[in-house]
């Protein structure tokens, strides 16, 4: 059974630092990985979608790296900002035939003015 | 453009009671979804559709029943509802089941529901 972990659980930063946060997940044969991102009392929201053939997304100050051969995934957020403040989860979709998505339980950034 | 919709945003149920939540959506989307996110449990899939009539169970199903008549809606029915599905409920759309390999997710805003 495929497994997502997040770590750290929480994360609190000053603003202005680049930080990275972490994504292992147990069976290497995903199609692609996701990370989101989740405001209080909202729903998710899509930030990056990595393909298993790819290496990176980038999308402004959020860079997503993944290495398949290690189960290992990052999401570099560069010049914190308060309003990065969130939740962030990564979910990975396995191979051909699933469709089912398997969500870490997050990491709980604060970025401090 | 409404994107995913749930209703309703809060609810309050004795045990036993059973009750319909609804998701829309107004993107033409394929593949639609039930998650419950569960504080230390994460998020965890109850039920999926890949199209219109067609639904399957993910890892969580017991105690609910969906159905797909129509592209837009997937409502979750919880027939007899118990306290361990006090969770907060998310519904979730994508343009095909196949682009489940390169679309990303669309969540609806979620319905916090407490069962006493």
């Known amino acids: 059974k495929q497994e997502v972990t997040q770590i750290p659980a929480a994360l609190s930063v000053p603003e202005g630092e680049n930080l990275v946060l972490n994504c292992s997940f147990t069976?290497?044969?995903?199609?692609?990985l996701q990370w989101f991102r989740q405001d209080p009392g909202k729903g998710l929201t899509s930030l990056l979608l990595?393909?298993?053939?790819?290496r990176e997304q980038t999308s402004g100050r959020l860079n997503a790296s993944l290495d398949k051969s290690s189960g290992r995934s990052t999401l570099y957020i560069a010049a914190s900002q308060p309003g990065d403040s969130a939740t962030y989860l990564c979910?990975?979709?396995?191979?051909?035939?699933?469709?089912?998505?398997?969500f870490g339980k997050g990491t709980k950034l604060s970025v401090i003015p | 453009n409404a994107g995913v919709t749930q209703t309703p945003k809060f609810q309050v149920l004795k045990t036993g009671q059973s009750m319909t939540l609804q998701c829309a959506q107004d993107?033409?989307?394929?593949?639609m979804s039930w998650y419950r996110q569960d504080p230390g449990m994460g998020l965890r899939l109850i039920h999926y559709?890949?199209?219109?009539?067609?639904?399957d169970q993910g890892e969580v199903p017991n105690g609910y029943n969906v159905s797909r008549s129509t592209t837009e809606d997937f409502p979750l029915r919880l027939l007899s509802a118990a306290p361990s599905q006090t969770s907060v409920y998310f519904c979730?759309?994508?343009?095909?089941?196949?682009?489940?390999?390169?679309?990303?997710?669309?969540f609806g805003n979620g319905t916090r529901l407490t069962v006493t």
């Open positions: 979730a759309s994508s343009y095909s089941f196949r682009a489940l390999y390169n679309s990303p997710l669309h």
């Open positions: 069976d290497s044969a995903i199609y692609n």
């Open positions: 990595i393909q298993s053939s790819q």
């Open positions: 979910a990975v979709t396995l191979g051909a035939g699933s469709y089912q998505l398997t």
């Open positions: 993107m033409n989307h394929e593949y």
């Open positions: 559709s890949v199209g219109a009539g067609i639904t």
